[in-house]
C-alpha cells in the first residue's frame, strides 16, 4: 500500500517526481548548500559558453552534447577547435561525480583539474593559458557578477575550475526504469525481456564482472581498466594503424589506453571500464567510438572481444543466442536515467548570454 501510494505521487507529480527520484539507485549524496548552488549555476552557464575557446566557437558542451547524453553521437571521436578531430570518443559526464578516476585512461583525478585539460588542449578549444582564458571572461560584466556571487571574488582560473566541477558534479541521474524495478520494487518497471536481459547480463554473459552493481546502488563500473582488444594494432598492418576489427576508425592513431599513464606492460591497451547508466543515449561505443551500434557491442563481446596477447582473462566467447542478445541489448535501454531531458534542458537554458540578477 505505502509503495502504491509512492508510485502514484510519483507518477502524478511529474518534475519533481523526476528529481526525487533522480538518485534511485546511485549512492546517496548531500545535498547541494546555497552557495553550491550559485556555484553549479556558474558552471553550467561556463559549460555551455563557447567564449571559452580560444576562438569563440568550442563549448564544453560541442563535444559533451546535452541532448546526446552528455556525450557526442555524430561522430567516433568529437571535433575540436577549427574542425580538428580528437583522438576519442567524448564519454558521458552524467554521474562523473562518482568516477574515482577520469578520462577513458584514468589520468586524472580530479573534475577541477581535468576542466583544464580540454581549456588548453590545441585540438579541443585551443586556449594558449589559463591567463588568456580569466582575461576574456574578466571584461564580461554578466560573469564578474556571477563570479562574485558563488565566490565573493572574482574570475580566477582556480574558480574556473571549481564551478565547472560543481555543475558536473550536479549532474546525478538515477531512477531508471531499471532503478525502479531492481532498487524502487516496483516490479511492473521492466517487461519479460528487459527482465531476461539481465539475467543473461549476470548470468551468461558475466558483464557484471565489470559493469559491476550492488544491493543498494549500482555505478556499472569496477574503476579498472581492461584491454578489451579494442583499437590493439593489427600486427599484419605492422604500422601502428589500428586493426579494421580493433578499430573501423581508418588511420586512426594508435591509443595505448592505461599504459601511456603507467608505462607498465600489462596496461597496453587497457581502459577504463565505462558506466552503463544512459548508454541509451551514448553511441557510438568505446574509447575511439569504433562501434557504432549496440548490437556491434554484442556481437564484440560474444565473439569474445578482440583477440592479442593481453586479452582481459574475464573476455572470452560467450555462445549466447539471438534472443539472449536481443534482451541484453533491451536491458542496457532501461538504463536511462529519469532526469536526462530535465539536465539537457537546464543546460541550454543557462547558454549564453548568461542572465545576471
Ligand atoms: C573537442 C571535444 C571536447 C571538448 C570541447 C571538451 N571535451 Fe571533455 N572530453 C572529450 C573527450 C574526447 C574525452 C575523453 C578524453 C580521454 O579519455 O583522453 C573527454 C573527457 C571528459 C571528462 C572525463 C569523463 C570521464 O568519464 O572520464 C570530463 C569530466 C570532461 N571531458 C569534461 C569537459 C569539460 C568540463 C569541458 C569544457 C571545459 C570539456 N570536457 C570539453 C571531448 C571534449
Ligand atoms: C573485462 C571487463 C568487462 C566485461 C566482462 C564487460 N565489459 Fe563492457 N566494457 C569494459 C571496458 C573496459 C569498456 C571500455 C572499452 C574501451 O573504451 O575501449 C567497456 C565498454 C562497454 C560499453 C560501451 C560503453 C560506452 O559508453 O562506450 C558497453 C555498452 C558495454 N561495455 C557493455 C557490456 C556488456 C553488455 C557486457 C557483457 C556482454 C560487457 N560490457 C562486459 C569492460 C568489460
Request: charged content about 20%; hydrophobic content about 40%; proline content about 5%.
Amino acid at each position: 500500500m505505502a509503495n502504491l501510494l509512492i508510485f502514484i505521487l510519483i507518477v502524478l507529480l511529474p518534475g519533481t517526481g523526476a528529481a526525487q527520484s533522480a538518485g534511485l539507485g546511485l549512492p546517496a549524496r548531500a545535498p547541494a548548500q546555497q552557495e553550491e548552488t550559485m556555484r553549479i549555476e556558474l558552471g553550467r552557464a561556463l559549460f555551455m559558453d563557447p567564449r571559452l575557446s580560444r576562438d569563440g566557437t568550442v563549448a564544453c558542451g560541442t563535444c559533451h552534447v546535452p541532448e546526446q547524453g552528455f556525450a557526442f553521437n555524430a561522430l567516433p571521436t568529437s571535433i575540436g577547435i577549427e574542425g580538428q578531430r580528437v583522438r576519442r570518443n567524448a564519454p558521458t559526464v552524467l554521474n562523473v561525480a562518482y568516477n574515482e578516476s577520469l578520462f577513458h585512461d584514468g589520468r586524472v583525478a580530479t573534475l577541477e583539474e581535468q576542466a583544464w585539460g580540454p581549456l588548453l588542449a590545441a585540438d579541443e578549444m585551443g586556449n594558449a593559458d589559463r591567463a588568456s582564458v580569466v582575461a576574456r571572461l574578466a571584461v564580461l560584466p554578466e560573469y564578474v557578477a556571477t563570479f562574485r556571487r558563488a565566490f565573493g571574488a572574482g574570475v580566477s582560473a582556480e574558480r574556473i575550475g571549481t564551478a565547472l566541477a560543481a555543475y558536473q558534479r550536479s549532474l546525478v541521474s538515477g531512477g531508471s526504469r531499471f532503478d525502479r524495478w531492481y532498487y524502487g520494487n516496483e516490479v511492473d518497471a521492466l517487461n519479460a525481456q528487459e527482465k531476461h536481459g539481465f539475467v543473461v547480463f549476470r548470468g551468461k554473459a558475466q558483464c557484471n564482472a565489470c559493469h559491476k552493481l550492488g544491493r543498494q546502488h549500482a555505478l556499472f563500473t569496477d574503476e579498472a581498466f581492461h584491454n578489451l582488444g579494442i583499437g590493439v594494432p593489427d600486427a599484419a598492418a605492422g604500422d601502428g594503424r589500428t586493426s579494421e576489427a580493433g578499430s573501423g576508425v581508418a588511420g586512426a592513431p594508435s591509443d595505448a589506453g592505461r599504459f601511456e599513464v603507467t608505462g607498465k606492460a600489462r596496461d597496453r591497451f587497457a581502459f577504463r571500464t565505462p558506466t552503463l547508466r544512459n548508454v541509451e543515449l551514448t553511441a557510438p561505443y568505446m574509447h575511439d567510438g569504433s562501434l557504432a551500434t549496440w548490437r556491434e557491442v554484442v556481437d564484440f563481446y560474444d565473439r569474445g572481444g578482440n583477440g592479442n596477447p593481453d586479452l582481459d582473462p574475464l573476455i572470452g566467447p560467450l555462445f549466447l543466442n539471438e534472443q539472449d542478445k536481443e534482451d541484453l541489448v533491451a536491458f542496457m535501454r532501461t538504463l536511462t536515467g529519469a532526469n536526462v531531458e530535465e539536465l539537457a534542458r537546464q543546460a541550454r537554458a543557462a547558454a549564453p548570454p548568461l542572465s545576471t540578477p
